[in-house]
């Protein structure tokens, strides 16, 4: 499935208070690039995120990957997209301590209709193995240092095989080398399929891993470069 173009236009959110939290006018991601969202706490790079993945749906805007305008949908119809299109990785890996590493990675397959299930479960032990955890899918989850763990995050999200990655923070949590190691790993896993990467984080070392960059504040565009 061919990564799809991303455009955002005339995207807003506000607190409940009316504060504007995101204002963006214009946003154009070619399918398969990569992309950072940076800048300080609170500039609202994880709102970004979260509106570009559904969970959170504008005041005003547009949000059209490919050909659909994800925040013209309905709560379900969202997270149908989101389920079927976007892989997500949290700073929180949220993995079941009692299920082993590939339970976890292959959590998806205990929701999808019963003729996709054994696909799902190859695609995580496949994706585990590609990070690394090939010989550790029976271990439980407890026995994993940080960076295990996030990796086990990282395999449930690419399990659907969905075209484009979304991370917040996926590094925050660990040392400098088990972060450059998995910052490697995603661009990586990113690019050898044509994937679109987008990654929100205060980690330098990842950010430039990137082919572009847009460092927020106060919920706005302040800079945009690229590699």
Do not use: Y
Request: proline letters at 4%; hydrophobic letters at 50%; a neutral charge.
């Amino acid at each position: 499935m061919r990564a799809p173009d991303l455009r955002v236009e005339g995207l807003r959110v506000q607190s409940r208070e009316g504060r504007v939290l995101l204002a963006i006018d214009h946003l154009a991601l070619p399918g398969g690039q990569s992309l950072a969202l940076t800048g300080a706490s609170g500039a609202g790079k994880s709102t970004f995120l979260h509106v570009l993945s559904g969970l959170v749906r504008p005041h005003a805007g547009r949000v059209i990957w490919g050909e659909t305008d994800i925040a013209a949908l309905s709560e379900d119809a969202r997270a149908a997209f989101r389920r079927d299109r976007l892989g997500l990785v949290f700073q929180d890996c949220h993995l079941f301590e009692e299920l082993s590493a590939l339970g976890n990675a292959a959590l998806a397959s205990a929701f999808a209709p019963r003729a996709a299930r054994a696909p799902i479960r190859a695609a995580a032990a496949r994706w585990l193995a590609g990070l690394g955890l090939g010989q550790a899918g029976a271990r439980p989850v407890d026995s994993f240092s940080g960076g295990e763990r996030q990796r086990i995050a990282v395999a449930r999200a690419l399990a659907g095989d969905p075209p484009v990655i979304l991370a917040d923070e996926p590094t925050a949590a660990l040392d400098r080398a088990n972060a450059d190691a998995l910052g490697a790993d995603l661009v990586r896993l990113a690019q050898q399929d044509g994937r679109g990467l987008i990654v929100v984080t205060h980690d330098a070392g990842l950010a430039v891993r990137m082919t572009r960059q847009l460092r927020l504040a106060d919920g706005r565009i302040a800079e945009d470069s690229h590699a």
